[in-house]
């Protein structure tokens, strides 16, 4: 009599088994496929700036007057020639427009422009940057109203502009069109209203809409990037305290900026701030109070009391790690 081990061929027990198991691991293995499709999925969504384009039911009795246009670094300069590189500088990655007007119309009355800046920092950066200047329009984390044509906003990665154009387009309905569709664009956009924590670093005490982010060369310095920065008119006029992310390359930074600061006026050690600090003078900056704590780089400039300047620093390198 030949006895078969069990599992082996012609086990028909043992087969189901078998089959249960194998069944376990096609399951398990479509599951984890099925998770990865729907994060690649919605990673695409929220990647996409067209998503954020209003539907042109957002304004009763309106449409699309043409297909929306994508637009990438290869040819950002056809849709904003004179701005391309400052809006580069960001870290745009693409931009979607689409052109918005009543059914009867045969050209475009509003243009809705989404520009995909990659995080809420280099949103708000850009934002910052050239943006500011008018009235709030209550729509996203942060509006403005420019002129008689414009609002603007940005909620979390993304930079919407909206433009009445044409002769005679801003007419208290088209205004109120224009806002529809940008407050329809925003609630397209996951996500709160929080500003990025970086700018929450930033101490109380500063004039509202002063507050910045400057990705690259800050006061020109090249070693002084990935800087936030607001106005303190507690220290005196014009002064700003700035925080820059600076890194492994911190203590570089700082002696290189100490190193600047000391070929134009006097330059004296602190101590209590931070991991080193110093303070400078000259006919510039005036008072301007330097510390380095961990990756980052702290300062006040153009500060009347060099006293209140410190504390001032001392209070945001403290919030630091």
Request: with cysteine.
């Amino acid at each position: 009599m030949i006895t078969r081990p069990k599992g082996a061929a012609g086990d028909t027990t043992a087969a189901p088994f078998r089959a249960m198991k194998g069944d376990a691991n096609v399951t398990l293995r479509f599951s984890r496929f099925v998770a990865v499709l729907i994060v690649l999925a919605t990673t695409s969504v929220l990647a996409a700036p067209s998503s954020v384009l209003p539907p042109a039911t957002s304004v009763p009795g309106w449409k699309q007057t043409s297909p929306p246009r994508t637009y990438t670094s290869s040819n950002l300069w056809d849709l904003v020639n004179g701005e391309a590189d400052a809006i580069m500088a960001y870290g745009f990655i693409s931009c979607s427009h689409g052109e918005y007007g009543p059914k009867t119309a045969q050209r475009p009355v509003v243009t809705v422009d989404v520009y995909d800046m990659g995080t809420p920092l280099n949103a708000f950066g850009l934002f910052s940057s050239s943006d500011r200047g008018g009235t709030s329009a209550g729509v996203g984390t942060e509006s403005v109203r420019i002129g008689s044509t414009g609002l603007n906003f940005w909620k979390g990665r993304y930079l919407v502009r909206t433009t009445l154009i044409g002769s005679g387009a801003a007419t208290p309905a088209n205004k109120s069109a224009q806002t529809a569709l940008a407050r329809a664009a925003a609630g397209r956009i996951p996500g709160g209203t929080a500003k990025p924590v970086e700018i929450r670093r930033l101490p109380s005490g500063y004039q509202a809409g002063t507050e910045k982010y400057v990705r690259r060369n800050y006061a020109g310095q090249s070693f002084l990037n990935e800087v936030v920065v607001a106005r303190y008119p507690s220290l005196g006029t014009g002064s700003e305290l700035f925080i820059a992310k600076t890194g492994s390359a911190s203590t570089t930074a700082f002696r290189r900026y100490k190193e600047f600061l000391g070929r134009r006026g006097t330059v004296t050690p602190l101590t209590g701030v931070g991991n080193e600090a110093f303070v400078s003078a000259d006919r510039y900056s005036g008072n301007t109070v330097v510390a380095r704590k961990g990756g980052y780089i702290v300062g006040a400039t153009r500060a009347r009391n060099p006293a209140q300047a410190k504390a001032l620093v001392s209070k945001a390198a403290q919030g630091l790690q």
